[in-house]
């Protein structure tokens, strides 16, 4: 890139098939700072191994689908950004000069996909969901169980019936989608070490 901040084009391959065979039998030369990879050609992911693996190159994947597995896929692969598939070429040029800087240019359609799958990823899990769904009484039987306590002794320490305590144990057991208590307990000890 030169000091006007417009894209010096180095050079350029029509497929990836072509590239692939090109960086087999020796590194770019000149060492390109940034390559544009077309995410609709057959062995695109390929090429991009190669040049992640042997070359400081960013790579920035062009007319990327808004399919949420294929940009986590592409983002799996080390990619340095992606560019939609209506990107215009001043969108690859303001691409191409975020990638020089370490940023990460993406589509915000992408953006919002990739953001709504880290939250699903460090969400809480399922058990941790069910554990939020017991109640008050339900913790206070489970701590009790925990302890090695009888029905008859939990009934008694919290002044309730015994078929009140089954009850209670019926609806951990069915909130945790566990089949035992001591399956119940394993999940909630789970839940707890994993805080």
Same mark, same amino acid.
């Given at each position: 890139m030169n000091a006007t901040g #417009?894209?010096?084009?180095?050079?350029?391959?029509? !497929?990836?098939?072509?590239?692939? #065979?090109?960086? $087999?039998?020796?590194?770019l030369e000149p060492a390109p700072d940034v390559v544009l990879l077309d995410a609709q050609s057959q062995k !695109?992911?390929?090429?991009?191994?190669?040049?992640?693996?042997?070359? !400081?190159?960013?790579?920035?994947?062009?007319a990327v689908s808004e399919s949420e597995r294929e940009v986590i896929d592409?983002?799996?692969?080390?990619v340095s950004g992606?560019?939609? +598939? =209506?990107?215009s070429a001043e969108d690859i040029i303001?691409?191409?000069?975020?990638?020089?800087?370490? $940023?990460?240019?993406?589509p915000?359609?992408?953006? #919002?996909q990739l953001f709504e799958r880290l939250a699903e990823l460090a969400g809480p899990t399922t058990d941790q969901r069910a554990c939020a769904r017991l109640t008050k009484r339900e913790l206070e039987v489970v $701590?009790?169980?925990? +302890?090695?306590?009888?029905?008859? +002794?939990?009934?008694?320490?919290?002044n309730i019936g015994v078929s009140t305590v089954k =009850?209670?144990?019926?609806?951990v057991l069915e909130k945790l989608h566990a089949h035992r208590r001591g399956e119940a307990l394993a999940i909630l000890r789970g839940i707890v070490k994993g805080d």
């Amino acid at each position: 890139m030169n000091a006007t901040g #417009r894209v010096t084009v180095v050079g350029a391959v029509p !497929t990836a098939d072509l590239l692939l #065979r090109l960086l $087999e039998l020796a590194p770019l030369e000149p060492a390109p700072d940034v390559v544009l990879l077309d995410a609709q050609s057959q062995k !695109t992911s390929e090429c991009l191994g190669m040049l992640t693996s042997g070359s !400081t190159a960013k790579v920035v994947v062009v007319a990327v689908s808004e399919s949420e597995r294929e940009v986590i896929d592409w983002a799996g692969l080390g990619v340095s950004g992606f560019i939609g +598939q =209506n990107a215009s070429a001043e969108d690859i040029i303001v691409a191409i000069d975020g990638a020089l800087r370490g $940023e990460v240019p993406c589509p915000p359609g992408l953006v #919002r996909q990739l953001f709504e799958r880290l939250a699903e990823l460090a969400g809480p899990t399922t058990d941790q969901r069910a554990c939020a769904r017991l109640t008050k009484r339900e913790l206070e039987v489970v $701590e009790l169980l925990e +302890q090695g306590w009888s029905n008859k +002794q939990i009934a008694n320490r919290l002044n309730i019936g015994v078929s009140t305590v089954k =009850n209670h144990v019926h609806n951990v057991l069915e909130k945790l989608h566990a089949h035992r208590r001591g399956e119940a307990l394993a999940i909630l000890r789970g839940i707890v070490k994993g805080d």
